[in-house]
């Protein structure tokens, strides 16, 4: 059954808006390139496939869903700008891509951002606000800043829009490896995850769904179990990209598309960054390392099986590897 | 006017080895991709199409040269084995090489070499010897081992069969980018530079040549403006893969095609190295910077050019990152 079937949420994208993002981002983003490596297969017992959206622009697969937010806008809402909150590279993204099209970009900031990523939102040309690293003030704030501004708010991750951008990650993948028998993502507040499980399910309803999670920031592992979203948490994770919460919005997608959640520890995810340095030769963040990690922590699942491994993003600061 | 038209030499490969060598690597190695990046091309004011060699099988170019001459070899010749002596790259390179047709491999390491590139030589199942890191050493030790064992000896970059291999990377630079009017290379020993010169010149004569040498081993640099090879000389760089003398065949290759060799410091080096790992997220070793060092070092050469440039490897120890 395709999550349509199940999904009432009126401002969800299906096939059709991935596929027009798909047009959209043709001429804007880069179709990263897919990279493999016989010693990490041979470490996995099982074919990888890594889709390396740290390649993309701005450094991370956040370019997509920002770029198609916002090129959908029209000339109106365009000319007041985009507001958004992000620890880093939703912000880059959405900075890059509202200079893309010369209008203001406003990025609310949680303190304890990677100084690199921030340094990378101003560089973009966007006005930064600083907030404390809870959501409900990184809401609040870009609330206040939406509503002081006439500026349109692009969710990092519950926007329809940019879940349709996310889900052009999939396309590609498909397109690139037709073999896949499952597609793995690191999974945050749910973009990415959700907008690959849409176009996915449509075009291979027979592939597995899976999502890696750090153990620190486990709200969408627990939300699955639970059967309703887990919002009462403190994330505590080396992984920057994945302290958000998961959006209602990506969880009913997640929770239709049956997409299973595999935890990792934060000592997990730096051993498999180092090892996709060092084997991959790929600089890529934390965030990123969840999915080599889960490989590595589950390799049952996996055993076999030709796998697409979603690489999110490399804006890391090289004085400060977590690593070393 | 062609390189055949100028050399005498015997055993220098043409186009047609080179093609031959990419007919025989078609199967054994990866088309590696070619990447871009918006920061870098406004930091050089020119389009760098950058040619991963990094993420050839073995993590370095070497596996071209290595793989051909391995199966270049008859059956008998093959049974007996291969020897060299390396640094590193060509060493794992001719190891894995060798392993892949199931023969006996030698390699003799000169004190002083990378600890991780010695570690992945015996890895791949390479008997390895140590010599002195004098040039005369290895070239003695190696010698004696290809007495003793029979083995066929490889030369690490004036063997015909090892430059007609590594002349394939141009091969694929130009089949994927017609465009470019330029063409850049570190050069060491003079494999690589050789071969792509060969096949470069072979196939678009207005194509500029250039190549990247640190001022530590600025041997083929001096050689060229004296008009024979200079040979006497300490090599003093961090660049561990560009340490040796420019081959006799090699320096008559870079002559008669006019490649024009640019020396960096190995502080540009270091700041190059740093730079391709932070914008385009690729982990390279010192040597394979020597090329954007040169870029930034000489942006009159490459103002509003479009320039193929030669990452040529990624084995670097992470526990010992010289640019931290």
Not at 141 to 157: F, L
Not at 247 to 276: S, Y
Request: aromatic share 4%; charged share 15%; net charge neutral.
């Amino acid at each position: 059954m395709s999550a349509s079937h199940h999904l009432e949420h009126a401002a969800l994208p299906g096939l059709a808006e991935v596929r027009t993002a798909a047009a959209r981002l043709a001429a804007r983003a880069r179709v990263t390139p897919i990279l493999r490596s016989d010693a990490l297969d041979v470490l996995a017992g099982a074919r990888l496939h890594f889709k390396c959206e740290h390649l993309q622009h701005s450094g991370a697969f956040k370019f997509r869903g920002a770029c198609n937010a916002v090129w959908s806008l029209d000339e109106t809402q365009a000319a007041r700008g985009v507001v958004t909150h992000s620890s880093g590279n939703h912000g880059q993204a959405l900075a890059l891509a509202a200079a893309s099209r010369g209008i203001p970009a406003h990025v609310v900031v949680p303190e304890g951002a990677v100084r690199a990523k921030v340094a990378a939102i101003e560089a973009a040309g966007a006005r930064i606000y600083r907030c404390a690293p809870t959501q409900a003030a990184r809401e609040a704030e870009a609330a206040r800043v939406a509503d002081a501004t006439g500026a349109t708010m692009v969710h990092p991750y519950t926007d329809p829009r940019v879940i349709a951008g996310q889900g052009t990650v999939a396309l590609e993948l498909l397109q690139g490896v037709p073999s896949l028998d499952m597609l793995l993502t690191p999974v945050g507040g749910g973009g990415l995850a959700a907008g690959c499980a849409i176009a996915a399910q449509a075009l291979r309803p027979d592939l597995t769904l899976l999502a890696a999670e750090p153990a620190g920031a486990d709200d969408t592992a627990r939300s699955l179990r639970a059967g309703r979203r887990v919002t009462d948490f403190v994330p505590d994770t080396v992984c920057d990209g994945l302290r958000a919460t998961v959006g209602a919005p990506n969880f009913a997608v997640l929770q239709a598309c049956g997409v299973a959640v595999l935890t990792v520890t934060d000592a997990q995810v730096l051993a498999a960054m180092r090892l996709l340095w060092r084997e991959l030769r790929q600089v890529v963040e934390p965030s990123s390392a969840t999915v080599m990690a889960a490989v590595l922590a589950h390799p049952h699942v996996f055993a076999g099986r030709e796998v697409g491994v979603v690489l999110t993003g490399g804006n890391v600061d090289l004085d400060a590897l977590p690593f070393l």
